[in-house]
């Protein structure tokens, strides 16, 4: 059998990545840029669906790449209901769920764009391991409020991806495994996957965990209930703080890893104090993963743009060790995990299911 031609579509706040992949190897690629008065002018997110539709077109034309000679489109998994990790079809439900959970997520686009791609050559869509992908034990929901429930929010595509390699790297398959996976960006998640699931994770996008370079982490409560209601902030500002205006950027003025470390190497003691915070934060974070997995791990593994950072992973690394090995796998895997996942659908190693027509705590069947 011939390997698969596979457009991968993957929409962020200010581009879109596109991919022509034959097989696992990219044939074409490219970052499409929008202009910032060009996204300002859209008041939603799917108001931009046709001009990043015809940019994608664009790089097609631009390749000379005719849609018939696809095999599949799949695009980012957006914001959806909680759904257990997997490969999605792009049907009915599942586009009626992104209009539905994922107005205010550019990622929410993926799977629209590859929807009208894929309609158009009579090829299948898919969507694979969103950011919404929940696979929580239920005891790790309960928080101490029956009111508040946690939520799992975290980068499962990357996380899914790197699990899958490091479980390679052991000898083994990922459902035969038992890690804890650690993703360093501009948020920061760490995720418990035992057998294949990840039955723990903090929620990067709601504040839990540690700070990051731009978001706050966990805080302590009282004290964040009394600057919701010191009348400085409004509930925006506020939110903007935890998400955006934390972390790095709160302490530091910048997101920037290379900033920070220039600085610590030109003696700001500050800057290195900020810096070890941040490190000494995920590596406990990595320590409450574990309990909650009873300390059965067989490998840490530290994945995403940040781990590039030789100082942040050693300084993480030093703390935890103990715990297991220890496997690096620097930046982001996300256009290779969604070629990958269109390739396990297409050759029937793994099914792709569809989203169940219900509008709460939809869970998926298998097609």
């Not at 849609?67 to 009626?96: K, T």
């Not at 302590?220 to 703080?241: D, H, M, Q, W």
């Not at 950027?249 to 104090?273: F, W």
Request: net charge negative; with cysteine; proline share 4%.
């Amino acid at each position: 059998m011939h390997d698969p031609t596979l457009l991968v579509v993957n929409p962020g706040s200010t581009s879109t990545k596109v991919a022509i992949f034959r097989g696992e190897q990219i044939q074409a690629s490219d970052t499409l840029r929008l202009d910032a008065a060009a996204i300002a002018a859209f008041p939603r997110i799917f108001d931009q669906f046709d001009m990043r539709k015809e940019a994608v077109y664009q790089f097609l034309a631009d390749h000379s790449f005719a849609i018939e000679r696809l095999s599949a489109v799949i695009g980012r998994g957006g914001v959806l209901p909680p759904v257990e990790g997997g490969i999605y079809i792009v049907d009915d439900v599942l586009v009626e769920a992104l209009y539905e959970y994922g107005w205010n997520h550019a990622s929410s686009l993926g799977g629209l764009i590859a929807r009208d791609i894929a309609q158009t050559a009579g090829i299948p869509a898919y969507i694979a391991d969103p950011v919404t992908t929940d696979e929580l034990d239920d005891i790790a929901r309960i928080t101490g409020l029956p009111e508040i429930e946690r939520r799992s929010v975290f980068h499962a595509l990357n996380q899914k991806a790197v699990a899958r390699r490091a479980a390679g790297a052991l000898g083994r398959e990922y459902h035969e495994c038992n890690l804890i996976v650690v993703h360093l960006g501009g948020g920061i998640s760490v995720g418990g996957h035992r057998a294949g699931r990840v039955v723990e994770v903090s929620n990067a996008l709601d504040g839990e965990g540690p700070y990051a370079p731009e978001r706050s982490g966990s805080l302590p409560n009282t004290a964040v209930v009394k600057l919701c209601f010191s009348g400085s902030y409004t509930e925006r500002e506020i939110r903007k703080k935890i998400t955006g205006q934390g972390g790095l950027v709160a302490y530091l003025g910048t997101n920037s890893l290379l900033d920070v470390e220039k600085r610590i190497a030109g003696g700001d003691e500050y800057a290195r104090l900020c810096y070890e915070g941040m490190a000494y934060q995920v590596a406990k974070e990595i320590g409450r993963v574990a309990c909650a997995m009873s300390g059965e791990v067989d490998a840490i593994v530290i994945a995403g743009g940040a781990a590039n950072s030789t100082m942040l992973v050693e300084l993480i690394a030093n703390r935890i060790q103990f715990i297991a090995k220890v496997l690096v796998y620097p930046g982001e895997e996300e256009m290779q995990a969604l070629a990958q996942s269109a390739m396990r659908a297409l050759a029937g190693v793994e099914r792709a299911k569809r989203m169940c027509p219900r509008k709460t705590g939809p869970k998926s069947h298998s097609e």
